[in-house]
């Protein structure tokens, strides 16, 4: 997902489209506020959660 972000930023970047460094930085929020949640963190991070629940933490930080 991060590696998502990052080709949003750096084409947003490259061809001045605002949308696209938006969408990058919002993947980026949602990345780190479902990181701040043990629950969510997937064990390669020190949490206890699937990556079907970090994906809906994301999601759902996303939504908010």
Same mark, same amino acid.
């Given at each position: 997902? &991060? *590696?998502?972000? $990052? !080709? &949003?930023?750096? &084409?947003? %970047?490259?061809?001045? &489209?605002? %949308?696209?460094?938006?969408? /990058?930085?919002?993947?980026? /929020?949602?990345? =780190? /506020?479902?990181? !701040? =949640?043990?629950?969510?963190?997937?064990?390669?991070? #020190? #949490?206890? #959660? @699937?990556?079907?629940?970090?994906? @809906?933490? $994301?999601?759902? *930080?996303?939504? %908010?």
């Amino acid at each position: 997902m &991060l *590696s998502a972000a $990052m !080709l &949003l930023r750096r &084409l947003g %970047e490259r061809h001045q &489209l605002r %949308e696209f460094v938006h969408a /990058a930085a919002s993947i980026e /929020a949602a990345a =780190d /506020a479902a990181t !701040l =949640d043990p629950a969510s963190r997937t064990a390669d991070l #020190g #949490g206890s #959660g @699937k990556t079907k629940a970090f994906t @809906k933490a $994301m999601i759902r *930080s996303m939504r %908010e």
